[in-house]
């Protein structure tokens, strides 16, 4: 039984045994709070790898420490949710 009313004990938590594990990732408008982009990938080397390197990226650019870069790609670019708007669209 779970309830925001009462704290959770040693016997709300069990083993679940899996064979893979997920992340996923959701960029969500600050307004309406709906997601804008998900991410989402099963982990491996190579999409810690790419989480990394993106949360990295995307945080630089939320606090103003470097600006987005073009990707200089037409299928990006056609794929794209701000193309209506890019002064840089392909």
């Known amino acids: 039984?779970?309830?925001?009313?009462?704290?959770?004990?040693?016997?709300?938590?069990?083993d679940m045994p899996h064979t893979q594990k997920q992340w996923e990732l959701r960029i969500c408008d600050r307004k309406t709070k709906e997601p804008h982009k998900i991410f989402s990938e099963t982990q491996d080397s190579f999409s810690l790898h790419y989480l990394?390197?993106?949360?990295?990226?995307?945080?630089?650019?939320?606090?103003?420490?470097?600006?987005?870069?073009?990707?200089?790609?037409?299928?990006?670019?056609?794929a794209c949710n701000l193309k209506s708007v890019c002064e840089f669209r392909l």
């Open 52 to 78: 990394h390197s993106s949360l990295e990226t995307f945080a630089s650019i939320a606090v103003n420490l470097s600006e987005p870069e073009h990707h200089d790609n037409k299928r990006k670019c056609d």
């Open 1 to 14: 039984n779970f309830s925001s009313k009462r704290r959770a004990s040693p016997d709300d938590y069990f």
